[in-house]
T-cell receptor, first 115, second 115 residues
């Protein structure tokens, strides 16, 4: 089955710096890669996702890149702010043409942005 | 609408007791999922359902049961609770859409301790 590895497990940056979180996946049939942000004690919330027919996607300060050949994808956060501090999870799935997806999650990256 | 609602928010069980974690969504989503999140780890899929009357096992189904008698409700049953089932449980749902992955919407979680 699918296996998703995520690095680093913790990441500390200064406010205004960029942060990059990387994930690798094992199943070449995976075609959907969402990223979730989870604040302490809260629910995971989708922040961005990418499909395998796209190499990069941006949404304001957040971007995700996908390298299908190498089977890895990355989250990039620019101009980090203290409110970006949270745990970030990547996930992968073999999405079906019905919208159904069985997500396999990485183990998370704790991002700390210091003022 | 309320989205995905989980009850209870917290519960302490004794070893061997049983309980049902409730999950309801009011978005008319076809797909529903149950995950567990152990400390410092990602989410692991326990069970999922693609529609009323249809359920299937995820990565870690042992010790759990589910049912889906209506589109809105997807309860998770723990029989003979064990300390290894101490975790935070998240319910999620997503919309059925032809040829497009749809994001999963999560509830606030149920924090369960088994002593």
């Amino acid at each position: 089955g699918e296996n998703v590895e995520q690095h680093p497990s913790t990441l500390s940056v200064q406010e205004g710096d960029s942060a990059v979180i990387k994930c690798t996946y094992s199943d070449s049939a995976s075609n959907y890669f969402p990223w979730y942000k989870q604040e302490l004690g809260k629910r995971p919330q989708l922040i961005i996702d990418i499909r395998s027919n796209v190499g990069e996607k941006k949404d304001q300060r957040i971007a995700v890149t996908l390298n299908k050949t190498a089977k890895h994808f990355s989250l990039h956060i620019t101009e980090t702010q203290p409110e970006d501090s949270a745990v970030y999870f990547c996930a992968a799935s073999k999405g079906e043409n019905t919208g159904f997806q069985k997500l396999v999650f990485g183990t998370g990256t704790r991002l700390l942005v210091s003022p | 609408n309320a989205g995905v609602t989980q009850t209870p928010k917290f519960r302490i069980l004794k070893i061997g007791q049983s309980m049902t974690l409730q999950c309801a969504q009011d978005m008319n989503h076809n797909y529903m999922y149950w995950y567990r999140q152990d400390p410092g780890m990602g989410l692991k899929l326990i069970y999922y359902s693609v529609g009323a009357g249809i359920t299937d096992k995820g990565e870690v189904p042992n010790g759990y049961n589910v049912s889906r008698s209506t589109t809105e409700d997807f309860p998770l049953r723990l029989e003979l609770a064990a300390p290894s089932q101490t975790s935070v449980y998240f319910c999620a749902s997503s919309y059925a859409h032809r040829s497009s992955n749809q994001p999963q919407h999560f509830g606030d979680g149920t924090r369960l301790s088994i002593l």
